[in-house]
Nanobody
Framework: QVHLVESGGGLVQSGGSLRLSCAAS????????MGWYRQPPGKQRELVAK???????NYADSVKGRFTISRDNAKNTVYLQMNSLKPEDTAVYYC?????????????????????WGQGTQVTVSS
């Protein structure tokens, strides 16, 4: 069973910083990409940043230069360093694992990459 567990959300003043972490647990063989999405109140979920297994990353235009995504492949963990936070960054932030293959799939030769979501962590930026 695979789980994504996020941590690091909270309340911060405008201009402040937060660091989100997301650890994928279970018998994981490989994860193609890990990323962060967010859903502001009353709006749709949107991509914030994503990083591939090889270290290539991309960001939403609204966070470029302020947020940095990083990844520890050995720990199946992804981080999001958020600096210069603005009230419009307020949202529930969700961790996402894309193209995850479990060890059991490899052992049984029945590889079927799947996507997983974390439960979400609230980030609130006060003005």
């Amino acid at each position: 069973q695979v789980h994504l567990v996020e941590s690091g959300g909270g309340l911060v003043q405008s201009g402040g910083s937060l660091r989100l972490s997301c650890a994928a647990s279970g018998s994981i063989f490989r994860i193609d990409a890990m990323g962060w999405y967010r859903q502001p109140p009353g709006k749709q979920r949107e991509l914030v940043a994503k990083i591939t297994n090889g270290g290539n990353s991309n960001y939403a235009d609204s966070v470029k230069g302020r947020f940095t995504i990083s990844r520890d492949n050995a720990k199946n963990t992804v981080y999001l360093q958020m600096n210069s936070l603005k009230p419009e960054d307020t949202a529930v932030y969700y961790c996402h694992a894309e193209g995850l293959i479990t060890t059991a799939q490899v052992m049984s030769s029945k590889v079927s990459p799947s996507d997983y979501w974390g439960q979400g962590t609230q980030v609130t930026v006060s003005s």
